[in-house]
């Protein structure tokens, strides 16, 4: 499902994003930081305005012809006001009927999955360019920067659970889904047995058929009795 594989490497870029400040944090050394935090705002950015086969915006929610992320860059990302500003996504989701009386909701959009990621991007690259930022010269890191970077790993990790469970739960609705799809095809092809069956029986073949069944089974019936009845006789002697 190619759904499902993009959020899983949505989740990897979480992991990624949590391993480059936590070795910044231990090495004492945040140059190379700022540099991953770009590759990481770019692909994310691709994911979540990625298009299906027809040319639509698989995280539109709905806005099927407009890019769900509206940033292309980490500096306007930095910009913005607010994270949301930078998502422009519906909040549709489908629905679709698996059993009588069974629907199941289907899909997410971009801001679901990404407005955490995108926050901690924008809170780095905000830092980054204040007073106490410029972690490209941060060779030794200060009592600021080393505060900030300790306090975004519990922040990233949090990001990072809730993207988990949200590609849990899509791969689970996938699952059913599919197991729908897999039930009506056999259903579907029973139907088409039935239906050519009786187009195709020949009625006396058919009596014969049955009578043949009923003989079968009253001789069934009776080896049956007989059996019972010879336990019976074994017991009483």
Do not use: E
Not at 62 to 75: E, R
Not at 188 to 196: E, P
Not at 206 to 232: D, K
Request: charged share 10%; proline share 1%; glycine share 8%.
């Amino acid at each position: 499902d190619l759904q499902d594989t993009q959020l899983t490497s949505l989740s990897s870029l979480v992991s990624t994003l949590k391993k480059a400040i936590s070795d910044s944090v231990a090495n004492n050394d945040a140059t190379g930081l700022m540099t991953q935090v770009q590759n990481i705002f770019t692909q994310a950015s691709a994911i979540l305005n990625s298009k299906d086969a027809n040319g639509d915006y698989i995280y539109g929610g709905g806005k099927t012809d407009v890019p769900p992320v509206t940033v292309n860059s980490l500096a306007a990302l930095q910009a913005l006001p607010t994270t949301a500003a930078a998502f422009a996504n519906g909040n549709l989701k489908k629905s679709v009927q698996v059993a009588d009386g069974i629907n199941v909701s289907y899909g997410v959009t971009a801001s679901d999955v990404g407005t955490d990621l995108m926050q901690m991007l924008k809170d780095i690259s905000t830092f980054d360019a204040g007073g106490s930022g410029n972690f490209n010269s941060a060779t030794s890191l200060t009592t600021a920067q080393n505060t900030f970077l300790t306090n975004a790993i519990g922040q990233i990790t949090t990001a990072g659970v809730n993207l988990n469970a949200a590609t849990a739960a899509n791969g689970y609705v996938s699952n059913r889904l599919t197991d729908a799809q897999t039930q009506q095809a056999s259903m579907t092809t029973l139907y088409k047995g039935f239906a050519s069956d009786i187009q195709d029986t020949n009625m006396a073949d058919a009596a014969t058929q049955l009578s043949l069944n009923q003989t079968q089974l009253q001789a069934a019936l009776q080896v049956t009795a007989g059996l019972h009845q010879l336990s019976l006789l074994n017991y009483l002697k």
